[in-house]
Structure formats: structure tokens, C-alpha cells
């Protein structure tokens, strides 16, 4: 970029982390994500999330529909223990090659 | 009231002028046991409520779509439920435009439409694809074409945005305010931010 470029913000969503799988010690259920918010430390502060759409977007050497870059779209179901981590239904389970991965957590579904 | 029978004519020499014939007739066929009749809905059909924060004049964001991030003013309600907002178009671009609630996030200013009345011919037959617009879409062979604005839009565009861009001058820094797009930068959370 030329030196002396302004960057005007352009972020409509919050980012988040995808930290694993729901859980127990030896047993996954993969149809739910975990979710960690940027920000976000207490469930109360997890309720303004919920119900909002997810996306992990990531990006494959293959083109289809003239993007290399992909999505897979989910939405935040409920809250998941007390720091604020939230959990995430996708319309396809995340591949675990997500675990670490920055995921997009838009704004809509609105209630403001 | 219609009545019950007609009197109808009737071809062949032979056969009499006319015959009366019933209006309603009754069923050919009867089944043999009482198909099962489903149960009436006891739903009934209510506009969708709007948000108490957004009221006409509302500054609004929106979050999703062509101009995602821009804020515009909101008019009013329309019949199908969406909300009808506009830029002004010529402080930000965005025209009188329906969009959903759940894709905005109202804001505590407000601007003073109370002077700007909407012509009730604004709705949403308003927005519906024309015919040929339509059909250009069908049609479209390499790219489809840049449908050019139809004239009622433009002309609707003016008389609506002329009152509202005189009361959004009234205010200092408002006409920069809508020109300019919303947008989450580091540091700043949504859950703690406030509209």
C-alpha cells in the first residue's frame, strides 16, 4: 500500500476465536462449536450475542463461483460456562483444522 | 341475491326451447367415508411490531447488504412490515430503500421529520419489479445490463430528501455524521458499546 494510506475501519462484526468442539474428557460432540468472543468475559456479557450469525471463513486453492475464499455459516445458540465462551451451530460441522481459527460474528440478527 | 336456478337453451328441434338448470349443482361423487377435515388456524395475521427504539426520523445502521455500515434516516414502517429509510442520497447514496429491522441497529439520534410528509403512493407496490425489468433479467445473455433508475424513483427521491436534508442541516456535524459509514475498530466491542 502507498506510504501515508489513511485505513478507515471497515469491521461490521465482532471476532471471535473457534476454541474446540463441545466436550467432555473422552467424548466430542461435533455438531456444536465453541466460540470465544473478543471482549466478552461473563455470560451476561454473552447474552447480547446470542442468536447472532457466525461465519468461518476460510480460504481453498480450488475456485468455485469465481472466490477462492469459502464460508461456512452458523449461528451463536447459547452461552457455554461462566467466562463468557458461547457456543455456535454451524450449517455444516467446522473441520477441526478450525480450532484457533478467527471467526466473524456479525452484528445481525439485530435487537438494538 | 342470485338464484337458484337458471333457464338455459337447448339445441335439436325436438328437445323444447329451454331447460332449467340449477345454479349451484350438488357433487358428483361422494366419498365413502368422511375425509378428515384439517384443523382450522387460529392464527391470526398482525404487523410486525417495530422496535420501540425505532421511531420516523431515527438515524438507524445497517449492518448487512449493499450499504452495510451507512446511516440513514428511517421514514416509516410499510405495509409488509419492512422499514422504509432513506440516506438522503445526496449526503451518503443510499435512495429510499426498504430494509429489514433485524439487519439495523437504531441509534439515539434523531432528526426531525415532523415537516417531511411521505406520499402514501410509497409503499411497497413501489419497490416491485417492473414487468421489463423482469424480463431483462430472464434475458440477460453475457452481463446483465445496468438497469437505469426508472424516473418516478428519482423524482420521489427529491421531494422526500428535499425536507429532510434541510432539518439534517439544521443540526451542526449531522450531514457529516450520515456521510460518513460505521465501523467496529480495535478496542471497541459491541456488547459494551453504546448506540
Same mark, same amino acid.
Given at each position: 500500500m502507498p506510504a501515508g494510506t489513511i485505513h478507515k475501519p471497515h469491521r461490521l462484526y465482532a471476532k471471535g476465536r473457534v476454541l474446540g468442539f463441545t466436550r467432555a474428557k473422552r467424548n466430542t460432540k461435533e455438531n456444536t462449536s465453541l466460540v470465544q468472543v473478543e471482549g466478552v468475559q461473563t455470560p451476561e456479557d454473552a447474552q447480547f450475542y446470542l442468536g447472532k450469525r457466525v461465519a468461518y471463513v476460510y480460504k481453498a486453492s480450488r475456485v468455485i463461483d469465481g472466490s477462492k475464499v469459502r464460508v461456512i455459516w452458523g449461528k451463536i445458540t447459547r452461552s457455554h460456562g461462566t467466562s463468557g465462551v458461547v457456543r455456535a451451530k454451524f450449517r455444516s460441522n467446522l473441520p477441526p483444522? #478450525?480450532?484457533g481459527a478467527s471467526v466473524r460474528v456479525m452484528l445481525y440478527p439485530s435487537n438494538i | 341475491m342470485s338464484a337458484a336456478t337458471k333457464t338455459v337453451p337447448v339445441k %335439436? #328441434?325436438?328437445? %323444447?326451447k329451454t331447460r332449467t338448470v340449477l345454479v349451484n349443482k350438488p357433487a358428483r361423487f361422494y366419498p365413502a367415508e368422511d375425509a378428515p377435515v384439517p384443523f382450522k388456524s387460529r392464527k391470526a395475521a398482525r404487523p410486525t411490531a417495530i422496535r420501540s #427504539? +425505532?421511531?420516523?426520523?431515527t438515524v438507524l445502521i445497517l449492518?448487512?447488504? *449493499?450499504? *452495510?455500515?451507512k446511516r440513514v434516516v428511517f421514514l416509516k414502517q410499510l405495509g409488509s412490515g419492512l422499514l422504509l429509510v432513506t440516506g438522503p442520497f445526496k449526503i451518503n447514496?443510499?435512495?429510499?430503500r426498504r430494509v429489514n429491522q433485524a439487519y439495523v441497529i437504531a441509534t439515539s439520534t434523531k432528526v426531525d421529520v415532523s415537516a417531511c410528509s411521505i406520499d402514501? #403512493? +410509497?409503499?411497497?407496490d413501489f419497490f416491485k419489479q417492473t414487468k421489463d425489468a423482469k424480463k431483462a433479467k430472464k434475458l440477460y445473455e453475457e452481463e446483465p445490463k445496468k438497469s437505469a433508475v426508472t424516473e418516478s424513483r428519482i423524482a420521489a427521491q427529491k421531494k422526500v430528501d428535499a425536507k429532510i436534508v434541510a432539518a439534517v442541516k439544521k443540526t451542526p456535524a449531522l450531514t457529516a455524521y450520515l456521510s460518513a459509514s460505521f465501523a467496529l475498530s480495535k478496542g471497541q466491542y459491541p456488547h459494551l458499546l453504546k448506540f
Open positions: 483444522k #478450525s480450532f | %335439436g #328441434s325436438k328437445n %323444447g #427504539s +425505532i421511531e420516523p426520523g449492518l448487512a447488504g *449493499r450499504f *452495510r455500515g447514496g443510499v435512495p429510499l402514501d #403512493s +410509497i409503499n411497497d
